[in-house]
């Protein structure tokens, strides 16, 4: 089975590639949703990220959510509260993930798309023998983010992107790299086009699956026993 890291710069495509993916039955492990559940009430995370945000008022008003957009604004531009937001959800994240691609693995899957905003920058790359990223123009980049998120303000949307590591290193770091400065209908031929590619045969997604079928059995037994072990733990806050 092949893991595509999957990832880009904000506004250069990366979601329609992974809707691309998705809807040729490509599955995808999406980190950004994953995010989203792993900080749900009552889950580790949630609990950690209360531990040390819980003075700034970051829960919405009419629920035990969090608050992610004000969140994200507290941490957007303090360095050391990112890193403690990270440090709060990025093993939850990964042992999710992780429990995703075994259980895709398990399905003789022969590619799934792990769908990572910052795979770079949290060093999933070292992990992963095939990465992807989508690129553009930086002048399409920018006019792509000013009306996605209705911004005015030519710098505020260059803040927005100069906040990310450079999409110009990405791409060095990266095994692929589709530029998507055209139409989608472009996009989607190179698309297809890559998968075409890079799809492994099936006697191999089968001779691999032979040789790590009991090693990942034993990992996905270690990631439920962790999760117990957790839900054991956090049971009596809730």
Request: charged letters at 25%.
């Amino acid at each position: 089975m092949i893991i595509l890291g999957l990832t880009g710069g904000i506004a250069t495509g990366k979601t329609s590639a992974s809707e691309y993916f998705k809807s040729q039955g490509v599955p995808i492990v999406d980190a950004d949703l994953i995010a989203r559940l792993v900080v749900e009430p009552d889950k580790p995370a949630y609990y950690h990220i209360l531990k040390h945000f819980g003075h700034l008022n970051i829960l919405e008003s009419n629920n035990r959510y969090i608050d992610r957009k004000r969140l994200g604004e507290i941490i957007f531009t303090n360095e050391q509260m990112r890193k403690q937001l990270n440090k709060c959800t990025h093993g939850y994240i990964r042992r999710e993930a992780l429990k995703q691609l075994i259980k895709y693995f398990f399905q003789l899957k022969s590619i799934v798309i792990w769908d990572v905003p910052l795979l770079f920058e949290v060093g999933l790359n070292r992990y992963l023998s095939h990465t992807l990223v989508i690129s553009c123009d930086q002048t399409i980049q920018l006019d792509r983010l000013k009306k996605r998120d209705d911004i005015n303000d030519n710098q505020q949307a260059l803040q927005r992107i100069n906040a990310q590591m450079s999409l110009n290193e990405k791409c060095q770091r990266a095994r692929y790299v589709i530029d998507n400065s055209g139409t989608k209908d472009v996009l989607h031929k190179q698309l297809k086009d890559f998968l075409l590619n890079i799809q492994p045969n099936q006697l191999n997604t089968i001779t691999w699956f032979i040789i790590l079928c009991i090693p990942m059995s034993f990992m996905y037994g270690i990631l439920q026993f962790l999760d117990f072990v957790d839900a054991i733990k956090y049971r009596h806050k809730r």
